[in-house]
């Protein structure tokens, strides 16, 4: 249906859109090309790039060698497998029980809190409240007579530790968000469900869920691509007593900190440019998957 | 009355399991004020001093002379404003575009934005910061962009990279596609007024709420980034920001000794632009929420 | 007209520019440790010889020190002055960041200055800046702690530390420690790596084989070392929350440590500090000791590198003649409590130096082992930090940890 008319403006749509597609041009397709460009060399960034040895896939090879990347992935991908499994499920359920008081302003603030602050300072904060010796979380523990526990200082527990806090910080957000998709379901939907004679259990998995869809994917999405490039929470959390953020012995090692560490400390712009394109070959490809199968469940649905 | 005293029950457990989890939001920031207040002493003490018997103001002093403030909330309010204000003009053009006219690789323009949200940030920082060190003739520069530094030590390294955002522009497309009607736009075409004049006169006003939920969003995202100022400081340290500069307060005290120092510091870093942000709770995540409501 | 105007515009610009007092701003990056400060005495004195100099400190966390000197080099604008650790100097040498130093600071350093501090600034056959302070470690403990739990002396071998440690830790009801036997610094590399390698030398073992190509420190007596070490773990006198910073606080029995704390010790103890013992560390099979060193040099990309290498001069090479000593040599003793690399600053620092607390470090100057200078430094230091704090948690046995270690690190040591 699209008349000559209708494209009648397009020289003032170009107008409008030159400044993004100049950004876009200089701010994301040049770096992209250029960091493959230098993940198949050897640059230390010290010396010009015409000079630098091309090394193929041997940056690639390098990296998937690597033991500390390995480890990193897998930190990373529990850590985002939790905020998506544990923390997006338990906001919608705060939601829920969220939309059920009338006067919710007051709760609604305090769930704002932890998404305004700086997650390097979150991290910082709960460093200390995770101290063993004086910290509040043990000293809470003890009083309850429950046994204590290292957190951050055992590689057993450490980036237990650092989920937890992850899942603190987003949950309040999450769960904002997540109540606006559910205030806008329509009551008549639940009443009707009552004289059908169906609980709330039923309620929240009959009509709240299928609703909150696109809510729940959009969540997932952006948490999704939040989680994968953890970096300034690993770094408030283990980088002040441990000098060197990412320890214990690696434990919380994740894949950007991991990145800023090869190409910032040991000037590796090669190998830091294989990650950093492999963490993008990831997360397009898992946010890819997620979309498709939203859109298959949903056209499924109706 | 069966039914109404188990509303009244549901509505209790409710309110406990929303206590519980509001407590455990705010516990962490009331504890880092009471023992940003605390002696050195108190601090470590067994059995633990939740409130400290004196408030030890002078932590604050204390922290303000070695760490410089000042510059850290100076450098964060100028990088963020402008960034705020690029991203809030760029995302109201280019989104009434998309929202508004057709034109030729429409779809492909919006679908690659959209995509960028997927990049990783890091993909960009090594390009990015050779690139702004190759400018030439700025820095001391030569022109072929070799010799000097290039933008490394100006604040526009901070803020170029950030003028155009997809969420924004995103987000005020959907306004513009639910809220204004063609119709309002044939009319004032009719009435013989310029594109642009009916951008500027008609629209904007209009589209005020949508550019202020922009604004606020971008405001508090920018504020709050640490990485890429963090690389930029390594080398500049005359350009870091305030969460760079709260990162670099444990060095700043020995963390072993001087945990009330660093929690002062942190409360002066974290504390008043909370106040402040809280105000805006609504605007923020209707804003983030729309993007999604709506795909 | 205005052509005339521009002109002579010009020229009131051109003369005032070389009549004009030329100032140049030097920058030096000076780490943040609490003990280093006190230098601003011999800026301000430099600034009052040479009023066309002024000094910019520039302020950096040790852990952030390698990654600043590189970035800011890269950045192109960077400090005109370090103060380098001696392992980065491979590296930094190798890109290109390191100024030559003049030929007259060469045969300067060659003469005058202690041989393991010439090693250290020497890469590739060459002199690449001025050495400054040794450090080399020593068993530092509370002679406090050790007399209320019966000892008179410190221990002499690593069986008589593990049981005297255990003797002397303390715990509360729910098995914290609250009193250490003995403390590590987990997280920072020095402090994981220099004592466990200093036990491995005494042990017998070796880092790197002779021509530096190949780690081998998982060789028997280097497991054997790590065990030593993580008996302390498994028999709970330590753990990795314990740290060697909280000494002061009077809650920790003895600790692996450099002459450089001296300054902080005295600082933070007050009247406790007479307390403070150093004694050789406890050996396995002989005396042995791990030393390091550091050294002063300039950015090639350094826009003052004369004034730099003069200001250098005047700090390192010249000598104060009341005291017979130089500044840097008053600054490392006075201030920091440092082992002095120049020859003439040990032999006229005497009664400081053999105080209670440097005495024992300057004595073992003799059983001590320079630390190896390798391309990638930092990050084999990482990885065996990682590996070694993974055998203390019990997370891997010494072995596996060592093997592992030397495998990461002869991966590195091949890369060029």
Redesign the interface.
């Known amino acids: 249906m699209k008349s000559k008319f209708e494209f009648r403006y397009q020289k003032i749509a170009y107008l409008y859109l030159i400044i993004p597609v100049v950004f876009y041009s200089v701010f994301i397709i040049f770096p992209v090309g250029f960091s493959i460009f230098i993940s198949l060399r050897r640059w ?4 010009p790039i015409s000079v630098t040895k091309f090394v193929g896939f041997k940056n690639y090879l390098r990296v998937f060698k690597d ?2 990347f390995l480890m990193a992935f897998k930190n990373t991908a529990i850590y985002t497998s939790c905020i998506l499994l544990i923390g997006i499920p338990l906001s919608i359920i705060i939601a829920v029980l969220l939309s059920k008081l009338k006067r919710n302003a007051f709760w609604r603030y305090i769930l704002f809190i932890p998404s305004i602050v700086p997650l390097i300072s979150i991290g910082m904060v709960w460093a200390f409240l995770y ?3 004086w910290g509040p979380i043990n000293t809470i523990i ?1 009083i309850f007579g429950l046994p ?1 526990s ?1 957190w951050l ?4 527990t450490a980036m237990f530790s650092v989920t937890l806090v992850g899942i603190w910080a987003t949950l309040g957000i999450n769960t904002l968000i997540s109540y606006m998709g559910v205030k806008e379901i329509p009551i008549s939907l639940y009443e009707a469900a009552e004289i059908d004679g169906g609980n709330e259990v039923k309620k929240f998995f009959y009509i709240t869920l299928p609703l909150l869809k696109p809510i729940i994917s959009f969540l997932m999405i952006t948490n999704l691509i939040n989680s994968f490039q953890i970096f300034d929470l690993v770094v408030g959390l ?1 980088g002040q ?4 953020p990412g ?4 434990s919380t090692q994740v894949l950007v900190l991991y990145m800023y560490q090869t190409a ?4 590796k712009m090669g190998k830091a440019s294989a990650m950093a394109f492999i963490l993008f070959l990831l997360l397009f490809s898992t946010s890819i998957v997620f979309l498709k199968s939203l859109k298959k469940s949903e056209r499924e649905n109706y | 009355m069966n039914r109404k005293r188990k509303r009244l029950i549901s509505r209790i457990i409710i309110y406990i399991i929303l206590a519980i989890i509001g407590i455990s939001m705010i516990l962490p920031f009331v504890w880092l004020v009471s023992s940003s207040l605390k002696t050195r002493a108190e601090f470590v003490a ?1 059995p633990p001093v939740w409130i400290p018997e004196k408030a030890q103001w002078n932590n604050y002093p204390k922290v303000i002379k070695k760490v410089p403030f000042l510059k850290y909330y100076s450098n964060s309010l100028i990088v963020s404003l402008s960034v705020t204000l690029c991203v809030t003009i760029t995302s109201a053009f280019a989104g009434f575009a998309f929202a508004k006219y057709n034109f030729k690789f429409k779809q492909f323009l919006f679908s690659f934005f959209l995509s960028t949200i997927m990049l990783p940030a890091f993909l960009f920082v090594v390009p990015e ?1 050779f690139m702004f ?1 190759k400018i030439p003739l700025i ?2 520069n030569s022109i072929w962009g070799t ?4 933008l ?2 100006s604040r526009l390294v901070l803020i170029l990279p950030f003028i155009v955002n997809s969420w924004g522009i995103f987000l005020a497309r959907q306004f513009y596609i639910i809220s204004i009607p063609d119709e309002l736009l044939q009319a004032a075409r009719i009435d013989g007024a310029s594109e642009f004049k009916i951008f500027i006169k008609l629209i904007i006003p209009i589209s005020k709420p949508v550019l202020a939920t922009i604004a606020i969003i971008t405001f508090i995202t920018q504020w709050n980034y640490l990485f890429w100022p963090l ?1 930029i400081s ?4 005359e350009l870091s920001t305030l969460p760079v500069g709260m990162k ?1 307060l444990a ?2 005290f ?1 963390p ?2 001087n945990q009330q120092l660093i929690l002062a510091g942190l409360t002066i870093g974290i504390i008043p632009p909370s106040l402040i942000f809280i105000l805006f709770q609504k605007y923020y995540v209707s804003g983030i929420g729309m993007t999604g409501l709506k795909e | 007209m205005k052509n005339i105007s521009i002109l002579v515009l010009c020229m009131i610009l051109i003369v005032f520019s070389i009549t004009a007092f030329p100032k140049i701003v030097l920058r030096i990056a000076i780490h ?1 440790d ?1 003990n280093r400060e006190g230098f601003d005495k011999y800026l301000e004195e430099y600034t009052k010889l040479h009023p066309n100099i002024e000094f910019e400190k ?1 302020a950096v ?4 020190y ?3 000197v ?9 400090p005109d002055i370090y103060h380098v650790y001696s392992l980065w100097g491979v ?1 930094l040498v190798k ?3 390191l100024d030559e130093p003049p030929q007259d600071i060469r045969n300067d350093v060659r003469k005058n200055y202690e041989r393991v501090a010439v090693n250290g600034a020497t890469i590739n056959g060459e002199i690449w800046g001025i050495p400054t302070e040794i450090d080399n470690y020593c068993l530092v403990y509370n002679k406090k702690i050790l007399k209320e739990n019966g000892y008179s002396d410190p221990p002499r071998t690593w069986n008589e530390l593990i049981d005297m440690a255990k003797k002397c830790t303390k715990y ?1 009801k ?1 098995g ?1 420690i ?1 009193q250490y036997g003995f403390v590590f610094l ?4 020095s402090a994981v790596v220099h004592p466990y390698l200093s036990l491995a030398y005494s042990n017998g073992a070796k880092f790197l084989n002779d021509d530096n190509t190949k780690c081998i420190i998982n060789s028997p007596e280097g497991i054997e070392a790590l065990e030593a070490e993580v008996k302390l773990f498994k028999m709970h006198i330590t ?3 314990g ?1 060697v ?2 000494f ?2 009077g809650n920790i029995a003895m600790m692996i440590m450099a002459p450089w704390d001296e300054g902080n010790l005295k600082s ?1 103890m007050g009247d406790n500090y007479k307390y403070v013992g150093v004694a050789p560390i406890p050996v396995m099979k002989k005396p042995k000791t791990l030393l390091y060193t550091w050294f002063a040099c300039v950015d090639s990309k350094s826009k003052h590198k004369k004034a730099a290498w003069d200001f250098l001069r005047w700090m390192t090479e010249q000598i104060q003649p009341d005291k017979r000593t130089t500044r840097m040599g008053d600054y490392l003793v006075e201030k920091v409590g440092a082992i002095p690399g120049r020859k003439i600053d040990i032999d006229n620092h005497y009664y400081q130096l053999f105080d209670q607390y440097t005495k024992t470090f300057v004595e073992e100057l003799k059983n001590s082992v320079a630390e190896d200078n390798v391309y ?1 430094g ?2 084999i230091k ?1 990885t065996l ?3 070694i ?2 055998a203390w ?1 019990g ?1 891997k046995t010494s072995k596996q940890a060592l093997d ?1 270690a030397v495998k ?1 690190i002869n991966a590195l040591l091949s890369e060029d």
Do not use: C, Q
């Open positions: 230390n960034m010290l010396v033991p500390v101290d063993p010796t003890r204590v290292k200082w055992d590689t057993k283990t007593k441990l000098a060197e320890g214990p012995a690696n910032f400390k040991y000037l | 067994k910061y060190s820095g001391g010799g000097g530094y290039g490394l030590h690389v390594s080398s500049a340290p670099m060095m700043a020995d072993a000794r | 943040t609490f520039i966390p040790f852990e952030d390698l990654t600043k590189e970035v800011s080099h890269i950045s192109g604008n960077p590296d890109s290109g960041i509360d729910d914290n609250i987990a997280g920072w590399e753990d990795i929350n740290s910073w909280d002061p606080n933070t990638h930092a990050e990482v930090m990682n590996e704090t993974n948690l997370k592992d990461a």
